[in-house]
């Protein structure tokens, strides 16, 4: 709810310095997450971590489409700060290690510890790769 709060603020500061790009960019953005805010059974409130979502899909649509790279700018400063892969290999190690990890099943309980614990801070096909050399050669990537 807090990212939702400085979209408005920072979109209300756009129009007052007359930024077109930012402005453009954020009302869409907030276009999109009162969409999302709508269900079956009424408005819903998103959290930070499905407004980060919603903001990822964005700027992949951006870059597939071969859109403006300043509208790019503008939302990912919206999103949170990327965790390296050696920062990734630390934390997976550390969690394979302690739950005793050894196995391809156990990946899905890996991948769902990040995607609670780290949403929208990681590269999903990173930490795949990363956990499944973990998983059957754990010397190979150290």
């Avoid at 971590?49 to 503008?74: C, H, P, R």
């Avoid at 990327?82 to 890996?110: G, V």
């Amino acid at each position: 709810m807090e990212l939702q709060k400085q979209i408005n603020v920072d979109l209300v500061t756009a129009m007052k310095s007359k930024d077109t790009i930012t402005l453009n960019v954020l009302r869409v953005l907030k276009g999109e997450i009162q969409r999302a805010e709508q269900s079956s059974k009424g408005k819903i409130e998103l959290s930070d971590s499905d407004i980060i979502k919603l903001i990822k899909k964005s700027i992949d649509g951006i870059n597939e489409t071969g859109g403006d790279q300043a509208e790019v700018l503008v939302l990912e400063k919206y999103m949170p700060k990327q965790i390296s892969e050696s920062d990734i290999i630390i934390i997976a190690t550390k969690l394979i290690l302690k739950e005793n990890y050894n196995s391809q099943k156990d990946m899905s309980k890996i991948m769902g510890y990040f995607n609670q614990n780290y949403a929208g801070q990681y590269d999903g096909k990173i930490l795949s790769e990363v956990v499944k050399k973990l998983l059957t050669n754990p010397e190979s990537i150290l």
